[in-house]
DNA sequence: GTGAGGTAGATTGTCAGTCAATATGCGTTT
DNA sequence: AAACGCATATTGACTGACAATCTACCTCAC
């Protein structure tokens, strides 16, 4: 029989590191390039973003752009009204705090589902998040810190073993990088983030949940307070809201 | 400087009730018959769905039909594997009871922001949410009663001004129809469900987040239960997880 | 000069047809 | 009977085109 090729992403641990996505189909490619643009604040919000430029610019065709597109608008890192250009969505001070909230419930859900489990399965697990995340956070390259942190959270849903909580991953994401592209207090203070993390992490390991949620609290909610603060400081300009 | 014209819909009362969904692109119009499909079960789990086979019956182009398809699949209806025909997604018990317990921290979470709030908006949204619900929910068509459970709990979360709610909501609604597309019981027994939903209510009015609570898994945790029961009892088929 | 209206351009929505890449199913061979 | 290879079906992606719609500018009347 011929074995099935197993990628070597998955059992060669240095591929796990976040490598600059080589997916399978052109359109996720696509979709990797437009999430780093809006990242890396090459696509900046307002900018117009059209279909044909895009896809001259990555060199594939329109419909495959426009498939792309589509799926990222999903998410929610665009919109996407009929006939209109697409825009980079941006978040108003009220739906950074919204997330904030919404995000502890379910980080809080995710830590239930890994204290309750017996076998020690899953906090193995959180710590080979922790692992990954402690290489990287540092790096210089802020795209890499970036995904660091949301490999950081994303494992630790999954960690929890709730297959729900990795459905709602996607949008959490989207919304996770739109708020983080622009809170230049966490691109300047990595070492910050880093501690918050760790302090998150021990106090999973305490096991003792309301500990956890006095973690969450002030590594979530705490954070988005400030990127409001800072929000309203800087350029009050066009509160998009979606 | 130029008046922002006014979209007519938002000063017309009569065009805000639910209507068939009068989608205004075309690919809205295919998503909504697609979803109409898997819920009345004339698109069945594990039947073969191809572009070129949607395209023809629903007389649309295949472009057109696959741009519906992967807006479907991202939502979680549907399966796609590069290559591999599309199947309905299905739920294996875990995904259920993982849904159950996730939608119980959401709906918790919307049930404090809007005991939050002192205006009593908030609540007095809940009321019109269950005004519309109680003329709906015994129809004797059941996609009219499927919508109406989800509308009563998108209700729900729109009352609490979350913005990030409703943002998890479309992936939310999608397993919620899995779920329910399968559940004989409820289809049988409306009333039940009708009464559950009446119980929610009036705990969200008590503003005891206890009391809330109780209903909630009431509702959620213990139906999900009974569905499990039944998945195991009837075909133990396909476990198609994702 | 200012505002209303219309027209032209640009962009998206949708379509048809085509070719390449890949999985599925069937027949053949050992 | 089991494994292998090939034909077929289906999706992934592209090109080109046309219609529907929005945007911006320009003209004209007051």
Redesign the interface.
Known sequence: MTVESNRDAVSNPAALQLSPAES??RRDAVIDQIKRGIVLGTIKPGEKLTESALSTALGVSR?TV??AL??VA???LLIHE?YRRLRVADLDA??VL??A??RV??D??AAT?IIADTSGSRMKAIDAVWEVYERNALAEDFLVQHESHLAFHRGIWAASG????M??W???AA?MTIALARDQATRQDPQRAYEMHLNLIEAIHSRDLECIHTALVEHTVDSARELVALMSDGSTDRPI??
Request: no cysteine; net charge negative.
């Open positions: 399978v189909t419909p426009r498939e589509n799926q999903q998410e929610g009929p009220a739906a919204d997330m909230d919404v419930a379910l809080m859900q589902d709730n297959s729900f909580l459905r709602l996607p949008v959490t919304h809201r979606f």
